[in-house]
Nanobody, 122 residues
Framework: QVQLVESGGGLVQPGGSLRLSCTAS????????MSWYRQVPGKERELVAM????????NYGDSMKGRFTISRDNAKNTVYLQMNSLKPEDTAVYYC???????????????WGQGTQVTVSS
């Protein structure tokens, strides 16, 4: 059982920056791939960024590439999302997501955080 708690959301002006944090408890953090997703009411949840459990390789959604950076600190059980050059269309609820694939193709364990609101507006 894993519990995820996001923090760092808020109001920021276009072109500004914000850093989100997600702290995990309840299991071995380093075993999980970690992701950030975002969602606007009426639209499907969208992948923002992902970082793997082993090599810390990263992937980003197309609109986030070059502006956002995901990182993790396993000693602190925390994953971060640094957001730069923010645009009004980045406004959404941002969710932390943890995923661990079980050995031998037996399935997976996954958990969602409660979300944190990011609003980009002048």
């Amino acid at each position: 059982q894993v519990q995820l708690v996001e923090s760092g959301g808020g109001l920021v002006q276009p072109g500004g920056s914000l850093r989100l944090s997600c702290t995990a408890s309840g299991d071995t953090f380093s075993s999980y791939a970690m992701s950030w997703y975002r969602q606007v009411p009426g639209k499907e949840r969208e992948l923002v960024a992902m970082i793997t459990s082993s090599t810390s390789s990263t992937n980003y959604g197309d609109s986030m590439k070059g502006r956002f950076t995901i990182s993790r600190d396993n000693a602190k059980n925390t994953v971060y999302l640094q957001m730069n050059s923010l645009k009004p269309e980045d406004t959404a609820v941002y969710y932390c997501y943890a995923l661990k694939i079980r050995d031998y193709g037996l399935g997976y364990d996954d958990y969602w955080g409660q979300g944190t609101q990011v609003t980009v507006s002048s």
